[in-house]
């Protein structure tokens, strides 16, 4: 049995197409005042940005701060990001602006990126994990705006997945995490980026890149002048004993060299054992047994519909998921960072051994 995806849907140049067309992009009235009453009384709501879906609370409520973390089943001492619809109230939750971050917050702001600074006086614990920083973000998406406008206040917020998952990147991803336990999800259709934000932090003037994502190094150091600090990756490298695989599907996943995706394919499948692929082209010949994504050659197509791939891949009953190797160049460093975070396994090529390489 070989099923062949194109890209996120069955016809996704069409539902490309369409879709771009029908975007949710706006809330009603009476969504927005649903949503603001939910985060007024403490409680949780989702709603999209850009990047992908967050789980909303008041960041000025320490409960309802909490219940995000019971909700995803994160350790505590994980800090949250605060949203804001602009830089206007800054000051609120920043004891000081780093000069590099005035200059990103011009450049990029609203948008993909999250800044983390010095943490003002008035900041919850809860939100900052006890340090002495907190991480902002003003994003982009007309809901959030319309949502955080409403408010008038900050909203702290992670990624509204249940903790080590795959980020939700459409409405329904987020109910299939929480059920009911989230009272309101605001649909803003699908997220556009699908990635998470770019993170950066401030040393001495200094500007250090925390985690990559759709706002570039290269972009980064074109606005302050600049050349970055290596990233110590805030999702925690995978050291043995460290928490569990970050953005993860259920079903093992390999990277595999890319051009040897078919190869692998047919490997994998013998003997008639279910196997998922994650590919960026069509397969060279048909494969039984194989459930084949192609999920095309672009990077914002590609980082678009990654976690929507890797979750209808995680549910097509395989025992396995391969993902050919994205390549090496400009623009694809979120995907990579988030496909190795993903993976068990990464399998080296056939010029060495051709053991697989288990990730530590
Ligand atoms: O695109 C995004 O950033 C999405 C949307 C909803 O805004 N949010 C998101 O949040 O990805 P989350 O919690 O899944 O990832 C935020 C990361 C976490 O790894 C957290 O540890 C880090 O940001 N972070 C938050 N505050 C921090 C701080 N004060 N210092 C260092 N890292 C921080
Ligand atoms: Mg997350």
């Known amino acids: 049995m070989l099923c062949y995806h194109t890209g996120a849907g069955p016809a996704a140049g069409l539902l490309e197409f ?101 943490r003002g006086a008035q900041v919850h614990d809860a939100i900052t994990g006890g340090q002495d920083t907190i991480a902002i973000r003003v994003p982009a998406h007309p809901m959030a705006q319309q949502l955080l406008t409403a408010f008038g206040g900050g909203i702290a917020a992670p990624s509204a997945n249940r903790y080590g998952r795959l980020s939700p990147t459409r409405a329904e991803h987020v109910r299939e995490e929480f059920g009911d336990t989230v009272r309101v999800v605001l649909d803003g259709g699908e997220c556009q980026i699908g990635l998470e934000s770019t993170i950066v932090s401030f040393e001495q003037g200094d500007v250090r890149l925390l985690r990559p994502g759709s706002v570039t190094a290269a972009q980064i150091r074109g606005v302050v002048g600049r050349e970055l600090l290596p990233g110590a990756n805030v999702d925690s490298p995978r050291v043995p004993g460290s928490p569990p695989t ?76 391969l993902v050919q190797a994205v390549p090496d160049a400009e623009g694809w460093e979120a995907i990579r960072d988030r496909l190795l975070r993903a993976a068990t396994s990464v399998a080296e090529s056939d010029d060495g051994s051709g053991t697989q390489a288990v990730l530590p």
């Open 18 to 118: 369409v879709s771009s067309m029908v975007r949710i992009v706006r809330a009603t009235q009476v969504e927005i005042e649903t949503a603001v009453q939910a985060l007024r009384d403490g409680e949780l709501v989702a709603f999209p940005t850009e990047t992908v879906y967050g789980l909303g609370a008041n960041a000025q409520n320490p409960a309802a701060v909490r219940r995000i973390f019971e909700a995803k089943g994160r350790p505590p001492h994980h800090p949250v990001i605060v949203h804001l619809d602009s830089p206007r109230f800054l000051h609120r939750w920043v004891r000081e602006v780093p000069e590099s971050a005035s200059r990103l917050a011009e450049a990029f702001w609203p948008g993909p990126l999250t800044m983390v600074m010095p």
């Open 246 to 321: 970050h953005y993860a599907p259920l079903t093992p996943m390999t990277i595999v060299p890319a051009g040897e995706i078919d190869a692998h394919s047919d490997a994998a499948s013998a003997g008639g054992r279910r196997v998922a692929v994650l590919a960026q082209r069509l397969p060279l010949r048909a494969h039984k047994y194989v459930t084949w994504i192609n999920a095309g050659r672009r990077p914002e197509s590609y980082g678009r519909d990654l976690y929507t791939n890797l979750r209808t891949l995680d549910k097509a009953g395989c025992q396995r998921i």
